[in-house]
């Protein structure tokens, strides 16, 4: 199995910029297809950025679609996601996920991998 690491969150201004980060240990990282998820208070978990193993094909939340990037780098066994032009709506916890094969999801369920969360703020 794999274990995931986020960093990288903090409080930004809106129009603001931040990297997350998801550091994975264990079983190959280049084995899995990955996952950005966010969690605000009083919500359920959504989707906002998945990957395939390979790179070659990624989705985004069309809240965010333009705004954030999703990245990995397999040498460095880490997956990024930058984010710009930051609204308080992004405010979340945020969670990178890993699933098992070469496609990527947007089910959460579909993940078996979590990592424990970074928070991000985003004031108005």
């Known amino acids: 199995q794999v274990q995931l690491v986020e960093s990288g969150g903090g409080l930004v201004q809106a129009g603001g910029s931040l990297r997350l980060s998801c550091a994975a240990s264990?079983?190959?990282?280049?084995?899995?297809?990955m996952g950005w998820f966010r969690q605000a208070p009083g919500k359920e978990r959504e989707f906002v950025a998945v990957m395939a193993r390979s790179a070659n094909s990624t989705a985004y939340a069309d809240s965010v679609k333009g705004r954030f990037t999703i990245s990995r780098d397999n040498a460095k066994n880490t997956m990024y996601l930058q984010m710009n032009s930051l609204k308080p709506e992004d405010t979340a916890v945020y969670y990178c996920?890993?699933?098992?094969?070469?496609?990527?999801?947007?089910?959460?369920?579909?993940?078996?991998?979590w990592g424990q969360g970074t928070q991000v703020t985003v004031s108005s």
């Open positions: 264990g079983r190959a990282f280049s084995s899995y297809a």
């Open positions: 996920a890993a699933r098992h094969g070469s496609t990527w999801s947007p089910f959460k369920y579909d993940y078996p991998y």
